[in-house]
């Protein structure tokens, strides 16, 4: 590059992607230098390219110190090839650097980070599953930064000293990242996803020694830092505390010249794993650092359950296929232990000894898995669930739960939530999600209708009877509620209540900064730490010297931020997960995460409910998935999470600007999924030309709903096809296996096991399937288009009106004239059991329109579920309305659970609902 070209500054909306776009940089980097080469090699003019190829490398170089890799050797290689105007050895180098980049052979092999070293990346071998790849076993690989005050020249050799410590028997590789400032420090560790610990030696600076313009914005926007209240000598701590915000996994370690005596009991240094006087002792900091990825490396349940597959076992319980020899000496079914191997054979027992703890009764290293993933997710207990989220929800609700409590719920909750309510006797107090009509499917329960059903309940004098507030986040559809918001508000009304976030599609959302604050745990200790100021109490004076007591009947209240007293406030939060939707556990995976400053009065409970739904034999496999998962999220989710959150935007993108497959298909946007009423942000989409990543960070810090970015609604109504015919369509033709539907969409899910290759199967996929429709159309004529416009139309205009929950009957509420609308349904689900209670009346019969004109009013004996949407359109005891039966009768779905068509609709008999009335009144 000329000494007259300024180098274009990178601004920050596209550094905050930086981690997931710098693969691709480097991508384009190769191709233009691979161009030069060419070009240079047949005596071509290249200095347009040679101009390109300046700029493309200044546009990376300025960001490259927030990793160690492919670090100064190779970059200063590059930077003299360019200026010698040697092309072909660019290429090589550049070749080099982007190929370790995609295949991660930086990590495994010396030679990568050699300029001089010859030799070719194998990014095929490097993914092969690990019993295809034969290759010695490596040891796992990351980076350590150092934030120094030291100047930068004596930089490498400090980092050749860390590495002259480096043993043959450390269980870890890693290099060293080093920074000289607070923002730098700060950058590196949003960018960098293969830090794992953080070095911070006292006396470092502020402000970045790099040109970025918009940085300091960013870091007091984002990380909520200003530099003005940091305390003389804080700037470390305030460090710390911004890393641990930020990546509450990584270790930090200090070093101080200070009196650390002194400094290490001190509450700013909590979040500090170590404290170093200076650099008096480089070995310790070694090891130490060592031993803290060795903490989050260990999974004391796999661990064991390996070393038990490797002993001599006889087996004499009740468990033929442990140890594999029912299987491998067969002769009929040997083919399962060909397809399976060895090791899950003998890694199967029924025993709880030889260290391998019992579930139910963890003293071992079961117990030390659970304790290990409540620190992971930040919850103050975990227990392992190996029937799925459906057994986990029921757990909870069973343990939390009494006969007669209300439970303030989503009425298109998951099904178990239902059940649940059966089991435990508690009351539903079912409240009204916001509809999206046009894609027959509901969002989230807006907090103006739950604040209202517990001032109906205060003003009814039955505030002390409701218990739990039950809501799913994020939905199936990826509506994220504010839980700080909303349990916060709901809180001053009740400062005791329990709220149950239902996050099994969620559970990955403790790894990612865009998503954690809108989880349950975010919420609980952002709150705990908020109630616990100074600042908090002069601001809930403020509040309580402005709202007075609250008044139910004060409508004003419902749009009103209200705020709980601080010494009555307990944060008292579970959360379940299914870590098997999104993490790396086999199918049935879950987690129930606990913060709940009361657990001591429910803990019997909680027992108790844990033994009833939990197997005695459980499956040991999935226990040890549940350990592993923890242990990769600790390790490699920040960056995971980022790679799937950018594959995700990539996809929107790539399908909404496409000319062609725009025509008939897309993928919904926050403006579309979320009512603006709910999204003051005003923002309408992800990312350019729709929003900057800056705005995007501020609706999910603000608006009351936010659209889960990995979870994709794509619109396939446009193109005629009806969810489930589309969802079959891709598995057929096109091996692409979708989860839930709708009249008219697809859900498109993005996860860590998703790669760019699988969003170009998709992306080709939707265009094979509108170049299909193009052909069709021209083919067909003016009658074809009309039949296609008809069906697309049907599908996206003629629509059917979602039915809202109506009402208990009568029979089954304490009282019939009360606001509030909790119901018994236990006592309405167990009638059903005896048949003599029941009618049937087909759906498209004269009878039903009969009965909803003049009565006697229908009531479901059963739950109804049709798939899609999901949720239940009746439950046990529920009057049946003209809204419930026109919506059945327009549904052209092929499941629905607690329908047969051949019956009809399963009622309960108006006589029986009479003499329990009757009973009632007694």
Not at 172 to 186: H, I, L, N
Not at 266 to 272: K, N, W
Not at 278 to 302: A, K, Q, T
Request: aromatic letters at 10%.
């Amino acid at each position: 590059m000329k000494k007259s070209e300024k180098v274009p500054s990178q601004d920050l909306a596209t550094v905050f992607a930086v981690a997931a776009t710098r693969v691709d940089k480097w991508s384009d980097l190769h191709a233009l230098s691979r161009a030069w080469a060419t070009a240079a090699a047949q005596g071509l003019e290249a200095e347009r390219l040679q101009a390109d190829v300046s700029r493309s490398f200044a546009s990376i170089v300025r960001l490259e110190y927030c990793w160690a890799y492919p670090g100064s050797r190779l970059l200063k290689a590059i930077s003299d090839a360019i200026a010698q105007r040697d092309a072909v050895a660019l290429a090589r180098l550049v070749q080099k650097v982007s190929g370790a980049l995609l295949s991660g052979d930086y990590r495994r092999v010396d030679f990568a980070w050699d300029p001089s070293a010859e030799g070719d990346v194998h990014p095929l071998e490097s993914a092969l599953p690990p019993d295809v790849d034969r290759s010695a076993a490596y040891k796992p690989y990351f980076e350590a930064l150092i934030v120094t005050p030291a100047d930068p020249s004596g930089w490498e050799r400090a980092r050749e000293d860390m590495r002259r410590m480096y043993r043959a028997e450390d269980a870890f590789r890693y290099e060293v990242v080093q920074v000289g400032s607070f923002e730098d420090a700060a950058l590196a560790v949003m960018a960098n996803d293969n830090l794992q610990a953080v070095v911070i030696i006292d006396g470092f600076q502020y402000a970045s020694r790099h040109d970025i313009p918009d940085l300091r914005a960013f870091l007091d926007r984002y990380l909520k830092i200003d530099q003005t209240n940091i305390a003389p000598g804080g700037l470390a701590t305030a460090l710390t505390r911004a890393i641990k915000k930020y990546r509450p996994e990584l270790d930090i370690y200090l070093l101080s010249d200070r009196t650390v005596e002194n400094m290490a009991g001190s509450d700013d240094l909590s979040l500090v794993r170590r404290v170093f006087h200076h650099v008096e002792e480089p070995m310790e900091i070694h090891l130490s650092i060592l031993d803290g990825i060795g903490d989050r490396y260990e999974s004391p349940y796999f661990n064991n359950l390996k070393k038990y597959a490797q002993r001599p076992i006889g087996t004499f319980h009740a468990l033929p296929i442990a140890r594999g020899k029912s299987v491998f000496r067969s002769n009929w079914i040997r083919d399962m232990g060909q397809f399976y191997g060895t090791n899950i054979f003998f890694a199967e027992s029924s025993a709880t000894t030889g260290g391998l703890d019992s579930l139910l009764e963890p003293t071992g290293n079961i117990k030390k898995a659970q304790d290990m993933a409540a620190r992971a997710f930040g919850a103050k207990r975990a227990y392992f669930g190996t029937n799925g989220t459906s057994t986990s929800n029921k757990i909870v609700v069973q343990a939390v739960c009494k006969p007669g409590d209300i439970v303030i719920v989503d009425r298109n909750c998951h099904k178990s939530h239902h059940y649940g309510f059966v089991l435990s006797g508690a009351q539903p107090y079912y409240v009204e999600a916001f509809p999206l009509t046009q894609y027959s499917m509901y969002g989230a329960v807006p907090l103006r209708t739950i604040k209202k059903a517990l001032f109906d309940c205060m003003a009814e004098g039955k505030l002390d009877r409701v218990k739990v507030i039950d809501m799913t986040n994020c939905t199936f559809d990826g509506h994220m509620y504010n839980p700080r918001r909303l349990m916060e508000e709901c809180l001053a009304i009740k400062p005791d209540l329990i709220f149950l976030w239902d996050e099994a599609w969620f559970g990955f959302a403790r790894f990612s900064p865009f998503h954690r604050r809108r989880t349950g745990l975010g919420a609980a200790a952002a709150l705990t730490e908020r109630y616990r100021s100074q600042a908090y109490r002069d601001e809930y004076k403020a509040f309580a010297a402005k709202a007075g007591k609250l008044n139910p009947k004060n409508a004003k209240l419902l749009d009103m931020h209200l705020l709980p007293d601080p010494d009555k406030v307990r944060i008292r939060v579970y959360q379940t997960n299914s870590t098997h939707k999104s993490m790396s556990a086999f199918r049935q995976g879950s987690m129930m995460l606990i913060w709940d400053e009361d657990f001591h009065k429910v803990e019997g409970p909680f027992e108790e409910a844990f033994f009833a739904h939990t197997s005695t034999s459980p499956n040991l496999q999935l226990i040890a998935s549940l350990d592993v998962a923890r242990r990769q999220m600790e390790l490699e989710g920040y960056g995971l999470t980022l790679r799937m959150t950018d594959l995700a935007i990539r996809i929107r993108r790539a399908v909404n600007s496409h000319p062609l497959i725009s025509k008939y298909f897309r993928v919904a946007s926050p403006e579309d999924m979320i009512p603006a009423e709910f999204r003051g942000s005003g923002l309408k989409d992800y990312g350019p030309p729709h929003s900057t990543w800056t705005e995007a960070v501020e609706a999910l810090d603000n608006d009351e709903f936010a659209l889960d970015p990995t979870r994709l609604t794509l619109i396939c109504g446009g193109a005629g096809f009806d969810g489930t015919q589309f969802k079959g369509l891709l598995s057929d033709r096109f091996d692409i296996q979708i989860n839930k539907t709708s009249r008219n969409s697809v859900l498109v899910q993005t996860n860590i096991n998703n790669t760019h290759s699988d969003a170009a199967l998709l992306i080709k996929a939707l265009a094979d399937l509108s170049r299909d429709i193009e052909q069709r159309l021209a083919q067909e004529g003016k009658p074809g288009r009309e039949a296609f416009d008809s069906k697309v139309n049907s599908l996206m205009t003629d629509v059917p009106d979602l039915p809202n929950f109506s009402r208990f009957h009568d029979a089954f509420r304490d009282n019939p004239k009360a606001v509030s609308n909790e119901g018994h349904m236990r006592p309405a689900f167990f009638m059903a059991y005896d048949e003599a209670n029941c009618e049937f009346v087909k759906l498209s019969s004269k009878e039903i329109d009969e009965r909803l004109k003049k009565g006697p009013e229908m009531v479901s004996a059963n739950f109804v579920i049709p798939y899609p949407p999901g949720f239940p359109i009746m439950v046990p005891g529920q009057v049946i309305t003209s809204d419930t039966i026109t919506f059945m009768r327009k549904l052209d779905v092929k499941e629905i659970h607690g329908y047969h068509a051949a019956s009809g609709l399963k009622l309960i008999k108006p006589s029986v609902l009479a003499a329990r009335k009757s009973i009632g009144r007694e």
